[in-house]
């Protein structure tokens, strides 16, 4: 069964920084992950994109993290990384990381896969 563990959230004053980790595992070689995201929701507001990443590593980031925030991926780990930079109280949310699973050489389209969230705190 294909897990999603998110790690590196916390408490951080503005201006600060924080790293967060999201592992893909539980499943074996013969699947591949595809496009990896991290995704944010703020208490009474709805789930947001925040960056997405392919295997190639190409990247697309929210108009509003752009210049701050960098993802980035490690494939031979299935592991999804955010660095958080100049942290303001708006980027307060639980971040949630996702995974596009598909088997190989098939033809079958990508599972989409959620990790259970990390809160992320920015006191100003």
């Known amino acids: 069964q294909v897990q999603l563990v998110e790690s590196g959230g916390g408490l951080v004053q503005a201006g600060g920084s924080l790293t967060l980790s999201c592992a893909a595992s539980?499943?074996?070689?013969?699947?591949?992950?595809?496009?990896m995201g991290w995704y944010r929701q703020a208490p009474g507001k709805q789930r947001e994109l925040v960056a997405t990443i392919t295997r190639g590593a190409n990247t697309n980031y929210a108009a509003s993290v752009e210049g701050r925030f960098t993802i980035s991926r490690d494939n031979s780990k299935n592991t999804l990384y955010l660095q958080m930079n100049s942290l303001k109280s708006e980027d307060t949310a639980v971040y949630y990381c996702?995974?596009?699973?598909?088997?190989?050489?098939?033809?079958?389209?990508?599972?989409?896969?959620w990790g259970q969230g990390t809160q992320v705190t920015v006191s100003s």
């Open positions: 539980g499943f074996g070689s013969i699947f591949s992950v595809r496009t």
């Open positions: 996702n995974a596009q699973v598909v088997p190989v050489n098939t033809g079958f389209s990508p599972v989409v896969h």
